[in-house]
C-alpha cells in the first residue's frame, strides 16, 4: 500500500457521465493527486471552454483532493509544460482516466502524433477536425473561436500510467473506435497505441461500438 494515488483526468463531452460517477464513489480523495490532461493556451479560466473551469466546477470544487495541478494556458506555454513536466515525473500515475476524440487524438495530440517525445507536456496545433469537435459539442460559438493550439500531455506520458480508463460514448466516436481497434499502430490513429499497453479497459456504449460488430 503505497498511502496515496495519482490520477489523470480529461475533459471534454464524453466525460460528463464517468466523472459523475468518481464524484460519488466514496473514494478519501485526500490520498489523491490529480493532474490536468490538456488545456488551451490563450484563453481564460473563466471562458465556457476552459478545461480548468470544467474540472473546478465538475470535480474539484466537489472533493478534496491531496492536490490538484492544473494546466495554465494563460501565460508562456513552454514554461509551463516546463513546470508540469517536473512536477509529474514525480508521481507515476497510477491510473489515467481519458477518452478518444472523433479523429482519434488522445488528449491533444491529433493525427499524426508524436509517439517518441519524451516531454510529458507538450504545445500542439490542433488539426481542423479537433477543432470541429470542440464547435461540435456546443464549447464555442463558431469553430474560427476554437484556438489554434494547446498543452496537451504527451502520447508516452500517458502511455506510461500503470492503468488506463478510456471511457467513449455516443455515435459519433464510432468511427474513431473501429480505427482504434481495427487499425494498425499508428500516429495517424493516435488512440491505436492503447493496444500496445497491457492495462487498458475501454468503456463503449451500444452507439461508439456499433462499428465493430
Known amino acids: 500500500m503505497k498511502g496515496t494515488a495519482n490520477i489523470i483526468l480529461a475533459t471534454g463531452a464524453s466525460q460528463f457521465e464517468m466523472l459523475g460517477h468518481l464524484v460519488h464513489s466514496g473514494i478519501d480523495w485526500a490520498k489523491v493527486n490529480a493532474f490536468h490532461l490538456d488545456e488551451y493556451i ?18 474539484a470544487d466537489k472533493i478534496a483532493f491531496k492536490d490538484f495541478h492544473f494546466i495554465n494556458g494563460e501565460g508562456d506555454p513552454q514554461e509551463e509544460c516546463h513546470r508540469l513536466g517536473q512536477i509529474i515525473r514525480e508521481y507515476p500515475v497510477d491510473v489515467a482516466f481519458i477518452g478518444i476524440g472523433e479523429n482519434c487524438h488522445l488528449a491533444f495530440n491529433d493525427p499524426p502524433a508524436d509517439f517518441e517525445i519524451e516531454d510529458p507536456y507538450i504545445v500542439v496545433e490542433l488539426d481542423q477536425k479537433c477543432r470541429e469537435q470542440q464547435f461540435g459539442e456546443g464549447w464555442f460559438p463558431n469553430v474560427e473561436d476554437v484556438p489554434l493550439s494547446a498543452i496537451s500531455m504527451s502520447v508516452l506520458q500517458i502511455m506510461k500510467s500503470e492503468t488506463i480508463i478510456c471511457t467513449v460514448p455516443d455515435a459519433r466516436k464510432a468511427e474513431a473506435v473501429r480505427r482504434t481497434i481495427k487499425e494498425e499502430v499508428s500516429p495517424a490513429c493516435p488512440a491505436s497505441v492503447l493496444r500496445e499497453h497491457d492495462q487498458v479497459y475501454l468503456y463503449l456504449d451500444q452507439e461508439s461500438s456499433s462499428l465493430i460488430r
Do not use: C, D, M
Request: no cysteine; glycine share 6%.
Open 42 to 59: 490563450g484563453i481564460t479560466q473563466s471562458h465556457p471552454a476552459s478545461f480548468r473551469k470544467y474540472l473546478k466546477e465538475r470535480v
